[in-house]
């Protein structure tokens, strides 16, 4: 292989150099970006249960507005707008120790890490535009239910875009799949697309 | 009846009711479908509406309209969240002088019994493009229910539910 390139490059150096210069165009923004080349890789670890309904969710969590479901943070940043919103969230759910994330004093990877470095390692950040928050002790409008975000186990995502009372998704469908797989349940099943949320039944 | 008529008869009756059938079902099912499911949890606790009558408290206000009903049309929900009540500027008192409002006016506002639950509101309310301007402790008449028991309390154990002892700090 070697003796080839040397072969060619004492015949067609032009050649080679421009081959080099292809890859380059072709591959540098391909891994640019991508989470995993700065040593990203989803842990996985310590996800608690997803619980369902509200008795599950107390025994899971703890009573709504506790101190843990606002214990972590962390900084989401919205494309349309480039603001950075303060996304708080339970700590069951996040802020243990990556190479990407610093340790807060959560217990898993789940949030922090794992969705939002495999949103970013996909190159989905594009879609989660403005309009993001988490942890919120607040009721349901209207009722006088405390809301999955009481417990910092909702995210709400694009919300300028997938507003509530929507039944479908402009933008959160194109990272939808991600929250799936990493247990959380989407609430465009019940035209909420902007939401998030880590319990069912509920 | 002909038998012509008949016909035409059962057609019309058989469309119309299909009509209804659909329709009906459309509703239902959308009534449904934009219900998040914890308000049909039955083991969901109801909170209780705690007026807060006499309470000092901190009011971050959405804005102020003339007319009750402009207040309500402008209190939209922040997602699934419950974003400001619609409240006279009269249950608060001073709040007329601290807006340059006049007492008849209606405020969209939400009340907090520590600082920190009325700024992560405020939070909130930003994040959803919102208005938020947070007042000084003011006294609360207890007219209607302005979303008291949605903060934390200061113990970190569940939500704030009734009045901080005096001189507990806020």
């Not at chain 2, 239902?28 to 000092?56: H, I, M, N, T, Y």
């Amino acid at each position: 292989m070697i003796e080839a390139v040397s072969v060619l490059l004492r015949r067609a150096p032009a050649l080679v150099v421009a081959v080099a210069f292809l890859v380059g165009v072709l591959a540098g923004p391909a891994m640019a970006g991508h989470w995993t080349q700065r040593g990203w890789r989803d842990h996985h670890k310590q996800y608690p249960p997803r619980p369902s309904g509200y008795s599950q969710i107390v025994q899971t969590f703890g009573q709504p507005c506790n101190d843990n479901a606002r214990k972590i943070a962390m900084q989401w940043r919205a494309a349309d707008n480039g603001v950075y919103y303060t996304v708080r969230f339970h700590r069951k759910l996040g802020g243990r120790k990556t190479e990407m994330v610093s340790d807060k004093g959560g217990a898993s990877t789940n949030l922090d890490n794992d969705v939002h470095g495999h949103i970013r390692d996909e190159h989905l950040g594009g879609h989660t535009l403005s309009g993001i928050w988490g942890y919120n002790c607040r009721l349901i409008a209207g009722t006088n239910t405390y809301s999955t975000h009481a417990w910092g186990i909702a995210v709400d995502v694009s919300s300028a875009y997938d507003v509530n009372g929507q039944c479908y998704s402009v933008e959160n469908k194109h990272h939808a799949d991600i929250w799936r797989s990493h247990g959380w349940k989407w609430g465009n099943a019940w035209c909420d697309p902007m939401h998030f949320q880590y319990a069912t039944d509920y | 009846m002909s038998r012509t008529r008949l016909i035409v008869a059962t057609l019309v009756a058989l469309v119309a009711g299909g009509a209804l059938g659909v329709l009906a079902n459309a509703g239902e099912g959308g009534v449904a479908k934009r219900r998040p499911p914890a308000v049909s949890d039955p083991a969901a606790p109801r909170v209780e509406r705690d007026l807060g009558a006499g309470e000092q408290l901190f009011l971050v206000v959405g804005g102020v309209f003339d007319k009750r009903p402009d207040a309500v049309a402008a209190a939209r929900p922040f997602g699934e969240l419950q974003g400001y009540y619609v409240a006279a500027v009269a249950q608060f008192q001073g709040l007329d002088q601290h807006l340059g409002a006049d007492r008849s006016d209606h405020v969209l506002v939400s009340a907090f019994r520590t600082e920190s639950g009325a700024r992560e509101f405020m939070e909130l309310a930003t994040a959803a493009g919102e208005p938020a301007l947070l007042t000084p402790l003011i006294t609360n008449r207890g007219d209607v229910y302005v979303g008291l028991g949605q903060e934390s309390a200061p113990n970190g154990n569940g939500p704030l539910r009734r009045p901080l002892p005096p001189g507990s700090g806020s």
